[in-house]
DNA sequence: CGATAAATTGACCGCTTGGTAAAAGCTTAC
DNA sequence: GTAAGCTTTTACCAAGCGGTCAATTTATCG
């Protein structure tokens, strides 16, 4: 048998390079729609086309395969919130920012839901990336969404809530497909769904519903 | 051994009705924090305080507490939607179904989650009720909330994706919650979130935000 | 009380699970 | 070619799982 483990090894082969990656993909699958303790490293690895023995010769355990996981979703994900810029016009930041989320929504569901899964059993992995990176990353744009309320530019609201609704309504189209397309009927599941939600978001967080 | 399992009793006893709730209480506090998979029968019956063969003469499988818990939720959880009134006046229908639903995110985060799970996970048990009552309901209201754009007493707007995100923004603080707290801190993490919560969702959804 | 039914439990079972051991193939560099 | 190391697989294990059985304890009611 190998000594360095894939995991030890400093320099990856090619293979390894390949192998990882092609694992790491099928485990995104697999724990995107099962969760942690739903996926079974069977499902992995029937899903990346190997044996389970040879599963585990690239990840010590099947945390390990999600710890990576999570890591690097955790970082692509907030990519936009980083893209903010506080030197930009307010209207179309905060537009651009909704478009960019729901385009991940659409685009990446498995990571959305990947992250929703942990968020929901209680985030026992990242806590600490939540209430570090995280916490600072959205500490620092909210304080340019209140320096915009407070140059006139935008009403003034709690920036936090305001982050949070975009959130939670731009995944909620990834995380809640399901229930999303059962509302909506064959009719409006499709595609087109999304430029409905995009030209609804626009409005609701520019306009809101105007009651007279 | 008595022959009539509580599952196939029609006249149930006072303790079959006492342990039965034991055993949903138990169950919720279980399936919300760790889902379907998550969680096991020892875990069950440790939190119900009785032995697994004891929860399982009550229970039949562990699907059937799964099964009974949300449906009960489901039922429930509609709840707000259904009081929504065409006869009444749209910003304060509006406003008090937000509330109600911001309401129960707060004091029923578990029925939530277990919900969150459920969905999630592609909603395998319940595919049904969500194309069946949840979606005529659904139907039903969005119908209310045309009618009231067309009277021009509130903005056009797609009616699903206003209930898709007042669903969202709401549950989002059940569902989401660990994250919550992280990002908001110690400071703005304990009860009055819900209250900034309420007056951002409120503005948000009436105003929006106003951008120049 | 005594009898009958309901409630409870310890022991157990078969299956799945994450993970290991060891040996057999396969690459690569000299 | 061949030796060294990298990759893959077959066979396996111990623990955890949902669920059953049979026996015991407890409640109910005349």
Same mark, same amino acid.
């Not at 993909?25 to 044996?51: C, Y």
């Not at 995944?171 to 087109?192: I, K, P």
């Given at each position: 048998?190998?000594? =360095?483990?894939?995991?030890?090894?400093?320099?990856?082969?090619?293979?390894?390079?390949?192998?990882?990656? !092609?694992?790491?993909?099928?485990?995104?699958?697999?724990?995107?729609?099962?969760?942690?303790?739903?996926? /079974? !490293?069977?499902?992995?690895?029937?899903?990346?086309?190997?044996?389970? $023995?040879?599963?585990?010769?690239?990840?010590?355990?099947?945390?390990?395969?999600?710890?990576? @996981?999570?890591?690097?979703?955790?970082? /692509?994900? @907030?990519? =936009? @919130?980083?893209?903010?810029?506080?030197?930009?016009? $307010?209207?179309?930041?905060?537009?651009?920012?909704?478009?960019?989320? @729901?385009?991940?929504?659409?685009?990446? =569901?498995?990571?959305?839901?990947?992250?929703?899964?942990?968020?929901?059993?209680?985030? $026992?992995?990242?806590?600490?990336?939540?209430?570090? $990176?995280?916490?600072?990353?959205?500490?620092?744009?909210?304080?340019?969404?209140?320096?915009?309320?407070?140059?006139?530019?935008?009403?003034?609201?709690? =920036?936090?809530?305001?982050?949070?609704?975009?959130?939670?309504?731009?995944?909620?189209?990834?995380?809640?497909?399901?229930?999303?397309?059962?509302?909506?009927?064959?009719?409006?599941?499709?595609?087109?769904?999304?430029?409905?939600?995009?030209?609804?978001?626009?409005? !609701?967080?520019?306009?809101?519903?105007?009651?007279?």
């Amino acid at each position: 048998m190998a000594i =360095p483990r894939a995991a030890r090894t400093q320099r990856k082969t090619r293979i390894q390079e390949e192998r990882q990656e !092609l694992i790491l993909e099928a485990a995104l699958d697999v724990f995107s729609a099962s969760g942690f303790r739903g996926s /079974t !490293l069977d499902q992995i690895a029937e899903a990346a086309g190997m044996s389970k $023995p040879n599963l585990l010769y690239y990840f010590r355990t099947k945390e390990a395969i999600h710890r990576q @996981l999570i890591d690097r979703v955790l970082t /692509t994900w @907030l990519e =936009p @919130l980083r893209v903010f810029d506080a030197a930009g016009d $307010p209207e179309s930041e905060i537009r651009s920012y909704i478009r960019r989320k @729901l385009e991940m929504a659409r685009d990446f =569901p498995r990571e959305s839901r990947l992250f929703a899964n942990e968020i929901l059993q209680g985030a $026992p992995h990242i806590e600490d990336e939540l209430k570090g $990176p995280l916490k600072e990353l959205v500490d620092e744009k909210a304080e340019v969404i209140r320096s915009w309320a407070r140059a006139g530019k935008i009403a003034r609201c709690d =920036p936090y809530h305001l982050i949070f609704s975009i959130w939670s309504t731009t995944q909620h189209y990834a995380d809640f497909d399901v229930q999303v397309r059962a509302v909506l009927g064959q009719a409006n599941s499709g595609e087109g769904r999304f430029e409905d939600a995009a030209r609804f978001l626009e409005a !609701l967080f520019m306009d809101g519903l105007r009651v007279r």
